[in-house]
């Protein structure tokens, strides 16, 4: 039975692939996910902290870091795909509701990805100096 429903997907996920290919979602360069949810096709398969995997979310908070309030969230699957838009959401969304602009960002590695970065300095909003690690 649960080799059929892989083989064959459910409503839900057929209704998911479409709506991301009519969003341009696949077509623009993002894989399909290897894993997809059979009741929850939104979220993202995911494994943290040597735990075992399961499909999850994740929250993306943008913060004031001088007054230590949170200014907005955004919940996404745990893809770094989907928290890089939610970044760009939630700055985008803040300057329209509050008119804050952030004059710095400290973000964990996963949004120091060349595209990212492009977006951060076509906006004029310059990404903090990044530390190597590599070596």
Not at 47 to 73: C, P
Not at 81 to 88: I, L, P, R
Request: hydrophobic share 35%.
């Amino acid at each position: 039975d649960r080799l059929e429903q892989i083989e064959k997907p459910t409503r839900a996920v057929r209704d998911y692939l479409n709506a991301l290919n009519e969003a341009g979602g696949l077509a623009s360069g993002r894989k399909q996910p290897k894993m997809i949810s059979p009741t929850d096709p939104a979220s993202a398969w995911t494994s943290m902290a040597h735990k075992r995997a399961q499909f999850g979310y994740g929250l993306n908070y943008l913060i004031d870091t001088e007054h230590a309030v949170i200014v907005d969230v955004e919940a996404t699957p745990a893809r770094t795909y989907d928290e890089v838009a939610a970044t760009k959401t939630m700055i985008e969304r803040t300057e329209a509701s509050f008119g804050l602009k952030p004059d710095r960002r400290a973000a964990d590695t996963a949004y120091g990805t060349g595209k990212f970065l492009g977006w951060l300095v076509d906006e004029q909003k310059w990404p903090a100096p990044q530390s190597d690690t590599s070596s």
